[in-house]
């Protein structure tokens, strides 16, 4: 390829300014949103009509030239370049140094196609050439156990109960590509190329990043399609639910006993049926006589400590308020679903959102702490080809599919946080799209199977949607459906191993209930590994809540494949059984039965300590250590600075004024404590602190810097113990000034 800067022709612009020239009966706009990010848009009617706000950038000025010559023509920041082959049509993206990141495979396709319901639209694809041996990954949550999925073969992307499909793509290189359509949207791959196909698109129209990393790309996309907001720190607490607590006296009894066996726990969840019976499905009212105390019982969660929070769905059964309202504004979409003769609202339409709002802001008056939002696909059962083509206040169904989850989403948190502006909106959905993490949702993984293979699968699952853009992603601890009493426990066990270190810590299934107290008593090994469990999440919040500020403020996820980190060590490009939780401790989760021993290949350009031994081991090998439910392949990077927080019961039992700091000697390190009210958006407005810690692995010495920052009620003084590993431990008085300390 010729050098770009020996193009004729330069020419040097600033701002947002768009480009066209024809390319196969289509023009080619380009504009640039940033200096790494171009949108390309090819337009045959030449108008583009925008279905979805999912992108929410503008254009910002941004400092270019333009070069031409008689092959093509190149628009060039200073950290992209998108090159026009003016023969082929097609599109190359080069980095700053020259390099090519990513190459159309031509210009995109359009075809007029006719669906079953009668219905004609444009379909768009488009397709990317990629190396045999170069990875992708990103595709939202789809649960096909793939990391890399450069050889998936064909996939619909589209919310569904356990996969939810995003059509964007990175890889190595840090280059992403995000195709900004709602339609129904297929990913399909062969030996050269990897592409989307739109059913319904007036336009091509798509984002190209050139992130660096794939943390950049993460990034940009966020940048794209909105931030990430913190959740309450009550809400990284564990959580407990049964696949449904049939009256208020089992719910209560729930939090009764993990008080009183002194189990830690956040968070309690109502599932459906509290309504009543189908005809009354998702009525958004305590109907079930079971509940008549409902009140009563919410205080009582309250009054000892604990969240409340409850499922509601997106359709209604024919014999709601909702319903009957929904129906007399011809606001109810005439598909399929759970139960017979529901049916789900339309969400894209402004009115049928206050309609619904209006309903469930009555549960919301007894006190909810949240929202569980069930069947936001929303359910497709029976749902054929054809219902895809039923009418919407957006056009055709299929024109938006990819959009519900957003709309019906994004409709509960706005209204939620109207009504309660000093709270953080706190939302578990089934289902997501792209841009949904401005809400701050965590999207689960839907109703998966009590399996070894589907826990297996859920890994990968969860790192790609990370890629995707959005950090809040989580599963039902132990698997949703089908356990077998003989083998559960062990599975349970391995599972919620795992759940310590996802966004959110859930346990929650059906068929078996999943309150540690039915898997034995103090003393036994299977109860003891699900205490210890969930005691690992209560030392671990300080870094789990300071993570989560570095998703907000420098778009940082929980969970994070080994390539993100160690790009150059090809070993984990393709790493789907671990995986980082931030940057400095390593998770591999046992997902087998009968494990006594497990090797855990650990990345080049790190060494790593067993989190449970202390051993140190070298990085660039397997490692194999032995196994049982009391431990798992868990190790911490050398250099790394752990701060756990105090035994609790609920967050905020204790106040973090007595810190114990564990410092992994073998290379520099640091490590940012963040703090703040615990809920409200006042850190938005910048009500937080943080203390930096930073280690000297060649004087021996740990920096704890000054305190920056304020918020009303913040502590003035506490105590850190302070040890390397192994080591003495030290005390020292803290108040706000930068100290260091020897070890």
């Known amino acids: 390829m010729r050098d770009i800067n020996s193009l004729l022709g330069c020419a040097f612009l600033f701002g947002a300014i768009s480009f066209a020239l024809a390319a196969n009966a289509a023009d080619v706009e380009v504009t640039f949103y940033a200096p790494s990010i171009a949108r390309i848009v090819r337009a045959p009617s030449g108008e583009v009509v925008k279905k979805a706000d999912i992108v929410t950038a503008k254009p910002q000025k941004v400092k270019m030239s333009v070069l031409e010559n008689d092959d093509a023509k190149t628009w060039k920041s200073a950290a992209l370049s998108v090159r026009l082959d003016k023969k082929t049509g097609a599109l190359s993206f080069l980095g700053a140094d020259g390099s090519v990141m990513l190459e159309e495979a031509g210009p995109a396709k359009f075809k007029q196609e006719t669906y079953k319901g009668g219905y004609t639209a444009t379909k768009v694809s488009q397709k990317w050439k990629i190396a045999k041996d170069a990875p992708v990954y990103g595709l939202g949550s789809v649960q096909n156990g793939r990391l890399d999925q450069r050889n998936a073969g064909r996939l619909r992307l589209q919310p569904e109960n356990c996969d939810d499909g995003i059509p964007f793509l990175c890889g190595i290189g840090g280059w992403g590509v995000y195709w900004d359509n709602v339609s129904v949207t297929w990913y399909s791959t062969d030996a050269t190329s990897v592409g989307f196909s739109s059913d319904v698109g007036d336009a091509e129209d798509y984002y190209f990043i050139a992130g660096g990393s794939l943390d950049g790309v993460v990034g940009a996309m966020r940048h794209l399609t909105g931030k990430v907001p913190m959740n309450a720190l009550w809400s990284y607490g564990f959580w407990q639910s049964r696949e449904r607590y049939t009256d208020c006296g089992k719910l209560l009894e729930v939090l009764r006993r993990y008080r009183k066996d002194g189990v830690p726990m956040d968070g309690i969840i109502q599932d459906w049926q509290y309504w009543g019976d189908n005809a009354h499905w998702n009525a958004m009212a305590f109907l079930n006589p079971g509940f008549a105390d409902a009140q009563a019982m919410i205080d009582e969660v309250h009054a000892s400590n604990c969240h409340f929070i409850i499922s509601i769905w997106c359709s209604f059964g024919p014999e709601t308020a909702a319903y009957a309202d929904l129906e007399k504004a011809g606001a109810l979409l005439d598909l399929p679903t759970y139960p017979d003769k529901s049916k789900p609202y339309d969400c894209y339409s402004a009115e049928a959102r206050e309609i619904c709002w209006k309903h469930a802001a009555k549960l919301y008056g007894y006190g909810l702490d949240g929202w569980w939002m069930d069947s936001t696909e929303p359910e497709p059962w029976g749902q054929g080809e054809h219902h895809n083509d ?201 997902t087998s039965s009968n494990v006594t021993s497990v090797a855990t290949y650990l990345p080049q350009g790190a060494n790593w300590y067993n989190y449970f031994t202390g051993e140190r081991v070298k990085g660039g090998a397997e490692h194999e250590m032995k196994t049982d439910l009391s431990n798992f392949p868990l190790y911490v990077r050398a250099g790394a600075i752990l701060v756990d927080g105090p035994d609790v019961q609920y967050v905020g039992e204790k106040p973090w004024n007595d810190l114990a700091v564990t410092v992994y000697p073998g290379a520099n390190g640091s490590f940012e404590l963040y703090e703040d009210a615990g809920d409200g958006y006042k850190y938005e407005k910048g009500e937080f602190t943080t203390i930096g810690f930073s280690w000297n692995d060649k004087t021996k010495t740990l920096t704890i810097g000054a305190c920056k920052g304020a918020y009303p009620g913040m502590l003035k003084a506490r105590t850190f113990r302070v040890k390397t590993l192994g080591g003495a431990e030290k005390t020292v008085k803290y108040s706000g000034k930068a100290v260091k300390v020897s070890l």
């Open 390 to 590: 039923i009418p919407c206040s957006l056009g055709r169904y299929r024109d938006v599919r990819l959009a519900y989850p957003f709309y019906a989403i994004r409709n509960i948190h706005d209204h939620t946080k109207a009504a309660r502006p000093d709270r953080r909106v706190f939302i578990l959905t089934r289902s997501a799209s792209a841009g949904l993490q401005r809400t701050g949702a965590h999207t689960w993984s839907g109703d998966t199977k009590c399996t070894w293979e589907a826990l297996r699968k859920q890994i990968p699952c969860g790192l790609n949607f990370a890629l995707s853009g959005n950090p809040n992603w989580s599963g039902d601890l132990g698997g949703f459906s089908g356990p077998k009493r003989e083998t559960f426990g062990e599975l349970y066990a391995r599972w919620m191993q795992y759940g310590v270190f996802q966004p959110m810590m859930r346990s929650h299934g059906s068929g078996m209930a999943r309150e540690l107290y039915f898997f034995g008593k103090p003393g036994e090994p299977l109860y003891d590994s699900l205490l210890a469990s969930v005691k690992l999440r209560y030392r671990l919040l300080p870094r789990i809540y300071s993570i989560a500020h570095e998703a907000y403020a420098s778009n940082m996820s929980f969970m994070r494949p080994l390539v993100a980190e160690f790009p150059e060590d090809r070993r984990t490009w393709d790493e789907k059984g671990s995986f980082l939780f931030g940057r400095d401790i390593l998770v591999a989760p046992v």
